[in-house]
């Protein structure tokens, strides 16, 4: 007789072949399915054109300024070093940084509108506006320079692109502005497993 | 061999081994014809694939290879699979600043597209948790579901939440296969494919940092990113267990992962937790630093701060 045959070893594992054999079919049941679909929900950063080159920052273009160079106006104006409110022209600047004690040309230089100038005199280029920054806000300044404060792209361990403090800060207003949130995630009474299928019939009939 | 004694039932001419054994193979041979007629050698040698750690160099090259020719099938795309080792003396660390996340959840969205992770089921490796500045780090009595018209919202801070890549993870403790581990840059990694859904290692974890796949990925093939790794952003299949990985593909050759890249406020700081000058090792020199979940000894390499 077979079974006779067979060793206890032998029938122990016939369970074990059983399970295999379905495995396989069930394995070979997998669908492939290729869709096209959804928009693109994310934004990116393109802040990539900053070289830094070790501790030295060049930033290529500091902020975009619709005005700039500021003296294809300025160079005809008389300046004016009063401290008035501003009528006529950059009305629109909403000034929120301590302006109870400082206005323009606390920052702007007054006799040359293409450069900023630090408390001691000296001319700055708008792409070193950190140091300007860096006057008053000390600490801040020296963790951003760290890497603490701020923002770093590119390479953990090589170049790294830095945003300058007025990428994420308006200098005439600078509190840090809120924003809306990108969807929540979908909470798990609402997960359904028919509406998963059903979605994802719906997007691959569509073109 | 011991002969085992044979009763039969007088009224019957087959007992009931006989009757399993026939039926197993008749089963097997069913089985295996179906196999052989609807399945492909690369199907077989999936279901056969060794453990990750197993695999020698060449083996490693043909399961890439069988992967990148699977998912071209599946999702109609050229996908590359590569499996970049660890850099030698590095460790990774990584900072998140309290006093600045601000609870946009861009990151959240970076992160599921950097990493392929399934839009429906929606997985997601990182959950934003909103708290109360009144009631501190409180998970009882926090929020991840959010969503007023504008953020931050008066009175709360936002912790986002994702793996912490443990020194001492209880999920890879759990694992019975070990289909997890942690690797020599301090990352842990799931093998998704010696993976067997058990789930042991999502209850183990103190975070909620590990997702299941309860159904089939769904993944837009325009949308995939095809720069994958083995251990990191490739497409998953339904049944397994998949985690945060600090994007184990952009890590390891450089680059910092998807949700520091993303973040508008730079709340989100990454680096060599053994280089002195990284960006984390003077964090945690200066900054007043806290790990999650302290209490539970789970060590991460994941650090909360103030860079206020």
Redesign the interface.
Known sequence: MLNNKLSAYEMKNIPFCIIVCLLFVEFTGCKSDAEDIPDSIIEHIEGSDLMIDSSILIPVEAISMDYFPCSDCHSELEPNPLRRELIDMHDDIEFDHDSENRWCLACHNTFDRDSLVLAGGKLLGFNESYKLCGQCHGPKYRDWKLGIHGKRTGEWNGNKQYLLCVHCHNPHSPKFKGMQPLPAPREPEHIFIDSIYESQEKDSTSP | ????K?IQHPHKSI?R??F??WM?VG??SI??L??LS??NSD?INT?FQDHFKELDEEELKEVLERLERQYK?????DIEVSATPP?ES?VFGYGL?LSKC?????C???CV?ENNLS????V?YI?VLEMEKDKGVDVLHSN?????????EEGHFYMPVQCQQCRNAPCVKVCPVKATWTEPDGIVVVDYNWCIGCRNCMAACPYGARKFN???P?L????INTDTDYLGNRPK?KGVVEKCTFCIQR?RK???PAC???????SR????LL?EQ??IR??MK??RVFIFKEELNTQPRFYYFY?T
């Open positions: 061999m011991k002969a085992r044979k007992d081994r006989d399993m054994k197993a089963t097997s089985a295996s179906s196999v609807s399945c199907k279901f099938e599946q999702y109609n795309t850099i590095v600043d601000i609870g946009c959840r861009k959240v969205h970076a597209k839009r429906n089921p929606e997601q959950k991840p579901y959010y969503d007023p018209e504008q953020v931050p309860w159904a089939d769904y837009p093939a325009d949308e299949a890590v450089g680059k910092y520091v890249e993303i973040c508008p406020t730079g700081k990454f680096g060599n280089d990284s960006e003077t964090i200066n900054k860079g």
